[in-house]
């Protein structure tokens, strides 16, 4: 399999260039996520997912393709989960990480907690959570796909575009990249 394209982009570069931005087409989550991934710089259009503490959406998500073919090549998708902010239990582990790797999505970023520093340190793949828990989820097959979430305090919809790099993480609502 390609791997998906990775465009060169800045998020500083982006907020100066959106600093004067009225719409909300615009905006910046909170500085509170910590980089766990193997891959500190991603971005791609969203998958919302809300789940709290049952990680079974996230399982069908990322053993689904998580990329989209375009006229400019493989993009990768960025996986956006609303756990409610919740570190009693990890969302992503190694195991679901190695596999949104090998399906192509560009990244993940959880609301919530993460686990198996380890692993997700070699998947292949862009991840940003709140903290990391060793206690794994519930398996109750509940959770949403495809709505509206609210990131710590900012909206995030399906397919918006979200950049990550080492200076944070800026969604928008179409790409902002050639």
Known sequence: ??????????????????????????????????DYGAIGKFCGPVV?????????????????????ETPQGR???VLV????????????GGNLAAAAARNGWAGIVVDGAVRDLTELREAQVGIRALALVPMRTAKRDEGQADIAVQIQGTWVRPGDWLYADEDGIVVAAQALHN
């Open 1 to 34: 399999m390609n791997a998906p394209t990775r465009p060169v982009f800045a998020t500083c570069d982006l907020c100066d260039a959106f600093e004067n931005d009225t719409t909300g087409s615009f905006r910046v989550l909170s500085p509170v996520f910590n």
């Open 48 to 68: 919302t997912l809300r789940c709290l503490e049952d990680n079974s959406r996230v399982r069908e998500a990322v053993n689904s393709p998580g990329f989209l």
């Open 75 to 77: 993009v990768g998708r």
């Open 81 to 92: 989960i609303d756990g409610a902010g919740s570190v009693r239990r990890a969302l992503v």
